[in-house]
């Protein structure tokens, strides 16, 4: 079946400039991850979903990030006025109901550079 | 906060037996240990997830002693595609679980 898909795979921008992301979880699964992953390093949770609320919003990194999700199903991770410290790789997942023994499944990605 | 410890890189050679253990000295009652691994370029993908005791499936086991303060990820006789690096994670999702920075493993002919 079809896995997490992100897109796009790769984008550039200017610093300063807005940028949206986007995440097509597996159907049905209701729970909902962002992660950001800079050269090298781990991943670092962004946000989480249950459905279409977070629950917390506190591990986004400044207030330039946002994130939404429509209809349980795609969400959207924005940055504003991007700066060269965003350029990382964000990574999406998602599981069936976000309990404690349900894997998550990831995307492979959105690199992001900023310029 | 259940914080992991992981070693950093591992090296081995093809056909061995590979064991990668992660600390998690405040696990919670609740939390699961998952682990995932990771090719270049590529998202995480699940290997095996355990709550105690001994956990096998066809690529992998996770063993779980007792206290559960440590798990062990075995990889029997790995080949060169299992070079990668492989994450440790326990419990659940919120803004103070952080994946660790994994283990690099490097399997050699």
């Known amino acids: 079946g079809a896995g997490v898909s992100q897109s796009p795979s790769n984008k550039v921008t200017e610093k300063g400039k807005d940028v949206e992301l986007r995440c097509d979880p597996i159907s049905g699964h209701t729970a909902l991850y962002w992660y950001r992953q800079r050269l090298g390093q781990g991943l670092e949770f962004l946000i989480y979903f249950q459905g279409n609320s977070a629950p917390d919003k506190s591990g986004l990194p400044s207030d330039r990030f946002s994130a939404e999700r429509t209809g349980e199903s795609v969400s959207t991770l924005t940055i504003q006025r991007t700066q060269q410290e965003d350029s990382a790789v964000y990574l999406c997942?998602?599981?069936?109901?976000?309990?404690?023994?349900?894997?998550?499944?990831f995307g492979d990605g959105t690199r992001l550079s900023i310029l | 906060l259940a914080k992991t410890t992981q070693p950093i890189s591992m090296d081995s050679y093809e056909g061995q037996e590979v064991n990668i253990t992660c600390s998690h000295n405040?696990?919670?009652?609740?939390?699961?240990i998952t682990w995932y691994q990771q090719f270049p370029s590529q998202g995480p993908r699940f290997i095996i997830q355990?709550?105690?005791t001994k956990v096998t499936n066809e690529v992998a086991s996770l063993f779980i002693p007792a206290d559960r303060k440590s798990s062990t990820l075995s990889l029997p006789r790995v080949s060169l595609s299992d070079t990668a690096v492989y994450y440790c994670?326990?419990?659940?999702?919120?803004?103070?679980?952080?994946f660790g920075a994994g283990t690099r493993l490097t399997v050699k002919p």
């Open positions: 997942a998602s599981s069936l109901d976000g309990q404690l023994d349900q894997p998550q499944h």
């Open positions: 405040n696990i919670a009652t609740n939390d699961y």
């Open positions: 994670l326990v419990g659940r999702l919120n803004n103070d679980m952080r």
């Open positions: 355990g709550y105690k």
